[in-house]
């Protein structure tokens, strides 16, 4: 997905540019948001810059961003983070201090890429299933406006 043109800082920093593979940490939101992450897949001469409410986070060599931004969402580790999470009336915050001593032992990089795999495929399949299930909605939709029409119209018998 492409930026519109529709509104920018006319220059930042080179070291807030994000790139490929940069993971995203929401750090301040509501209770139920607080925690999610999500995988930045352009590159840095999209000169794309991050929200100050935003931790950016980058995998070591030794770590596939794929992975961990699995992990980062997976409804457990999701829990735990917003367990340290600061809560006020409508936001939670979870501070990058707090975020920094979270742990995550992690398996060697070829067992990353074979879990982040198996993770692709099936996130793959959800999705084809998703739109199997639409197009049938949307069949059921149109065969139920024509059998409205048509006992309407005197077409068929009610």
């Known amino acids: 997905m492409v930026a519109e043109d529709t509104g920018y800082l006319p220059n930042a920093s080179e070291e807030l540019l994000l790139e490929h ?5 929401n750090r ?20 794309v810059t991050f929200a100050s409410y935003l931790v950016r986070l980058r995998a070591l060599e030794r770590e596939s961003a794929d992975w ?7 409804n457990c580790f999701l829990a ?3 367990s340290l999470a600061l809560r006020s009336l409508h936001q939670a915050n979870l501070n990058p201090s707090r975020f920094s ?26 999705d084809r ?30």
């Open 21 to 25: 593979d940069d993971i995203l940490f």
């Open 28 to 47: 301040t939101n509501s209770f139920e948001l607080v925690g999610k992450s999500g995988i930045f897949k352009g590159n840095k001469s999209d000169k």
């Open 68 to 74: 961990l931004n699995y992990l980062l969402n997976d």
């Open 80 to 82: 735990y983070v917003r």
């Open 101 to 126: 001593s979270v742990r995550i032992p992690a398996p060697p990089l070829a067992e990353q890429k074979e879990i982040q795999q198996h993770l692709n495929d099936i996130d793959i399949e959800f």
């Open 129 to 158: 299933q998703i739109d199997s299930a639409q197009r049938t909605i949307q069949l059921y939709e149109e065969l139920r406006k024509n059998y409205i029409s048509e006992a309407v119209t005197g077409k068929i018998k009610v």
